[in-house]
């Protein structure tokens, strides 16, 4: 008997099924191509690494298919970026980056002004703790929030289901677990005052993901601003885990580079 493609793929999926799918924990082990996610309708599958097959470029995750048309949504759903589809956002991530440090600069500055080393260190204030909070901090605060809503109006046009700005993600480096924690839960937690439970929450500025699952990571970006510019572009220590941000995100999520993004400087 002669099967089509997708009738030979939906056979493999009830077969694999049936025998990988069973987990059910909610933290993922080490650091595998895939996390779980607990309010995704593949979690179960996201949860047990044996419930994935490899088809090429694309990941199946075969729970119960009723069809070969359920099979072909599965591969789609999955569906990672293109090499030059991440370039790209890498260039959007520049030229936000630039926008954000030329609008704020002129804002705070003074049209075509950008801030002098002694500007930088000066200290506006104090936090809530007595901590000194200097020009360069409240400079690359407001950058930050240009460069993310510009992010957000441009990815949204191009991939919008596969990039998250700020997304948190629970990482235990003694046992190498991570947890993606969506966003209305981070929301709700915070509001109610349970900071304690995002404690050592890896919050990486732009990430890149497979269509839907920002639980399975393609690639990350932080973006800085260096104060004055021609500074060195260096990654910050995690308060938390005592290292640097960067060297988190590639233990944590899997990734073989996590990449800074600066005025100048482009994608580093």
Same mark, same amino acid.
């Given at each position: 008997m002669v099967f089509s493609r997708w009738a030979r793929l939906y056979l493999v999926l009830v077969g =694999?099924? @049936?025998n990988a799918c069973a987990g059910t924990a909610s933290w993922t082990q080490g650091a595998p191509d895939t996390y779980s996610q607990s309010d995704s309708a593949s979690s179960a599958c996201l949860r047990n690494p044996a419930c994935f097959t490899q088809a090429g470029d694309e990941a199946l995750m075969p729970w119960v298919a009723r069809s070969a048309g359920a099979a072909r949504t599965v591969v789609t759903a999955l569906r990672l970026l293109e090499v030059a589809e991440v370039h790209r956002v890498g260039q959007i991530l520049a030229d936000c980056a630039n926008h954000a440090s030329t609008e704020v600069n002129d804002r705070r500055l003074g049209k075509g002004q950008r801030p002098t080393r002694e500007q930088c260190q000066t200290v506006m204030e104090r936090d809530s703790r007595g901590n000194p909070v200097t020009r360069a901090m409240?400079? /690359?605060l407001e950058k930050h929030q240009v460069a993310l809503e510009c992010a957000r109006a441009k990815l949204a046009a191009l991939f919008p289901t596969h990039f998250a700005l700020e997304p948190h993600y629970l990482y235990d480096a003694a046992t190498g677990r =991570?947890?993606? &924690?969506? *966003?209305? +839960?981070v929301t709700e937690w915070l509001r109610d005052g349970l900071f304690h439970l995002l404690l050592g929450a890896l919050v990486p500025d =732009? &990430? +890149?993901h @497979?269509? /839907?699952e920002p639980s399975r990571v393609q690639a990350v970006f932080d973006f800085k601003f260096p104060c004055p510019s021609g500074n060195p572009l260096q990654w910050g220590q995690h308060p938390h885990h005592g @290292? *640097?941000?960067g060297e988190l995100y590639e233990q944590a999520l899997g990734i073989k580079r996590a990449r800074l993004v600066a005025p100048g400087y482009g994608v580093q």
């Open positions: =694999v099924m @049936a409240q400079l /690359g =991570v947890r993606f &924690v969506p *966003p209305e +839960l =732009v &990430v +890149l @497979a269509s /839907g @290292a *640097p941000q």
